[in-house]
């Protein structure tokens, strides 16, 4: 039950193949309703799917793969967990330590990552590196840079700067929407960031005075390919 903007048929949006079902379980979702909650809002969504879960999948076998081990505080007893780690906390707490005995199988991103892994215990034998890749024929458009413009209208006679991702501070995006003001000659487009991250971005353009960006969201995984072509600088 989370509220989500994206109301597009979810394989097409992120260009997935049909070759499984998708099954919506239960959680109380306080994080879209009251974040202000903080960390409580938090673990009430992720408790609350977490007992879902476990009664979905009651008196079954089969696997549990998940990125996020608080899908697993109630783990039934019949599914081996693959537990996909993208990070490990400096100092992972009792919690987490608790999670990771549940775990069959581990998949890290990276190699330093498994590493890390090892180091705190975990046996080497049950990790597998699965590093993040992309497929390149994705991104081979035919389309010149002028028609990928007119595609997504754009501006057709400037400079066009493009950054992709979340709009998060430590990503840089503030340093680039800063930026934009010392090239008035240039747009600067962003594409990517959350709800509450793109009103708040706007927020920072217009506070800034910063006119010469364009911030157009979130945007589905086929229109990336345009975007990149239809640019001079990607950042």
Known sequence: DRLNPIKDDIFDYYGVKKNFVLKKIFCVDLISRAIWLGPIAYWVEALSFAWSVKKYLKNSSGLIYTRELSNITFPPSQQQVVYEAHNLPKKPNRIYSYWLK?????????????????ALGFPAERI????????LKIFSVSDSKMDCRKRLSLSLDKKIV??????????????????????????????????????????????????????????????????????????
């Open 102 to 118: 549940k775990v069959a199988r581990l998949i890290t991103i990276t190699m330093g990552l498994k590493s890390d892994f090892i």
């Open 128 to 135: 597998f590196v699965a590093s993040d890749a992309v497929d």
């Open 162 to 235: 493009l950054y992709t991702g979340h709009l998060y501070d430590w990503k840089g995006a503030d340093t680039l929407l800063a930026a934009a003001k010392l090239l008035p000659e240039c747009l600067v487009v962003f594409v990517g960031g959350t709800g509450a991250d793109i009103v708040d971005f706007k927020r920072k353009a217009q506070d800034q005075n910063v006119k010469n960006v364009l911030i157009v969201g979130h945007r589905p995984v086929g229109e990336m390919p345009f975007y990149l072509c239809a640019v001079d600088v990607l950042v």
